[in-house]
T-cell receptor, first 110, second 114 residues
Framework: EDKVVQSPLSLVVHEGDTVTLNCSYE??????LLWYKQEKKAPTFLFML????IEKKSGRLSSILDKKELSSILNITATQTGDSAIYLC??????????FGTGTRLKVLA | EAQVTQNPRYLITVTGKKLTVTCSQN?????MSWYRQDPGLGLRQIYY???????DKGDVPEGYKVSRKEKRNFPLILESPSPNQTSLYFC?????????????FGPGTRLTVL
């Protein structure tokens, strides 16, 4: 059965801290690994990683795909209160499905 | 503006009363999908469609129907809603069908079934 597991479930940090969110996946014929940020509305896209693009960076956020370990991490450096959100990881499978993890709830305190 | 729209945004209904949640995208995307989001369970895929007249079940299809008669529209139908279908629903679309693209999400529909 395809599955995506995220850890930790929740995290509380102070502004300026660096955080690492984890995502592991087991999917049929893996295609892609996507990260989304969800505040009190629809998920917004952050990164997509594939076998041909295993590292992405945008400002303070970066993500790496470890194809050997079937996992990915999302790093956020110098966190800000605006980073408070649920971070979702999803894997695209060869069965044309996207499988989401349950998310990591991040709270950044001022 | 490129977007995915859903209607209604909020709906309170009673058990057994058929309802339809509409979803439309203006990006000419092939792939469309419906998800439900419940606390502690994350986003779960209900149905997806790879193109017009091509639909398939996701992980939680029971109690739902979909159709894809036009490329831009992908309505979600609840023939006989039950309280366990109370949830936040998202429609999403993506270019291509190989799952090498990001999904664009609609604003969500919060459904309460009494």
């Amino acid at each position: 059965e395809d599955k995506v597991v995220q850890s930790p479930l929740s995290l509380v940090v102070h502004e300026g801290d660096t955080v690492t969110l984890n995502c592991s996946y087991e999917v049929t014929n893996f295609r892609s690994l996507l990260w989304y940020k969800q505040e009190k509305k629809a998920p917004t896209f952050l990164f997509m990683l594939t076998s041909s693009g295993i590292e992405k960076k945008s400002g303070r956020l970066s993500s790496i795909l470890d194809k050997k370990e079937l996992s990915s991490i999302l790093n956020i450096t110098a966190t800000q209160t605006g980073d408070s959100a649920i971070y979702l990881c999803a894997a695209g499978s060869g069965t044309y499905k996207y499988i989401f993890g349950t998310g990591t709830r991040l709270k950044v305190l001022a | 503006e490129a977007q995915v729209t859903q209607n209604p945004r909020y709906l309170i209904t009673v058990t057994g009363k058929k309802l339809t949640v509409t979803c439309s995208q203006n990006m000419n995307h092939e792939y469309m999908s419906w998800y439900r989001q419940d606390p502690g369970l994350g986003l779960r895929q209900i149905y997806y469609s790879m193109n017009v007249e091509v639909t398939d079940k996701g992980d939680v299809p029971e109690g739902y129907k979909v159709s894809r008669k036009e490329k831009r529209n992908f309505p979600l139908i609840l023939e006989s809603p039950s309280p366990n279908q109370t949830s936040l629903y998202f429609c999403a679309s993506s270019p291509g069908i190989a799952l090498y693209n990001e999904q664009f999400f609609g604003p969500g529909t919060r459904l309460t079934v009494l």
